[in-house]
């Protein structure tokens, strides 16, 4: 199920966050509007929320944003949040290709996540925290496509637009598309499939 903490306690890094206003394109006092309405940020003299981007802020707080955000304003604005993560999140360093891009994808979602005042990915002892689920990696063979097994508390199509922005950077023509085999979030499934193809 999506807009759901799978522990409490976990925090999003204020960078990351940027990608809510970022997604808004435009309208980044609305998305601003959001995030404060959420107890995130604090709204800065042009309107637009102030977030410290070393800072820390509650992972319920923003899925109750998105939660908002796709009732009032549908799928496709969630859909170009996701796709302003990799403009703004914390990423390893060393992606080549789209596999890379796509394989490390759940290192650098829980580089910016922390648990208990500890970031949820160690880079010296290579350690991963549980508690916020993860972005699969399984390339299909002989073929130009990789399967992503996506169990994470946020929207389906926040990760569907993440996902496209990870692949089209190192394979303009990509795309993703839902897997319909799977059980969706957003119908009160614990996971969603996508194919990345190009």
């Not at 160690?122 to 063979?141: K, L």
């Amino acid at each position: 199920m999506q807009c759901v903490p799978f522990e409490e306690g976990i925090e999003i890094k204020g960078q990351t966050l940027k990608s809510v206003v970022d997604g808004f394109n435009a309208f980044a006092v609305l998305g601003s509007a959001y995030l404060l309405d959420e107890g995130i940020g604090t709204r800065s003299p042009n309107g637009l929320v102030s977030l410290d981007p070393e800072g820390w802020y509650s992972q319920r707080s923003c899925l109750l944003c998105f939660q908002q955000i796709g009732r009032q304003l549908g799928d496709g604005l969630l859909m170009q949040i996701g796709m302003a993560i990799p403009r703004n999140a914390h990423f390893p360093d060393g992606i080549q290709n789209i596999h890379d891009a796509i394989r490390t994808l759940d290192v650098a979602y829980h580089l910016n996540h922390r648990k208990n005042g500890r970031v949820m990915w160690d880079p010296s002892t290579r350690r991963m925290e549980e508690g916020i689920g993860h972005y699969g990696y399984e390339p299909v063979p002989g073929q130009r496509k990789i399967f992503s097994l996506c169990n994470t508390p946020y929207p389906c199509a926040f990760d569907q637009g993440l996902l496209t922005a990870m692949a089209q950077r190192y394979a303009s023509n990509a795309r993703v598309t839902h897997d319909n085999a799977s059980l969706c979030r957003k119908l009160r499934g614990d996971r969603c499939g996508y194919f990345i193809s190009w």
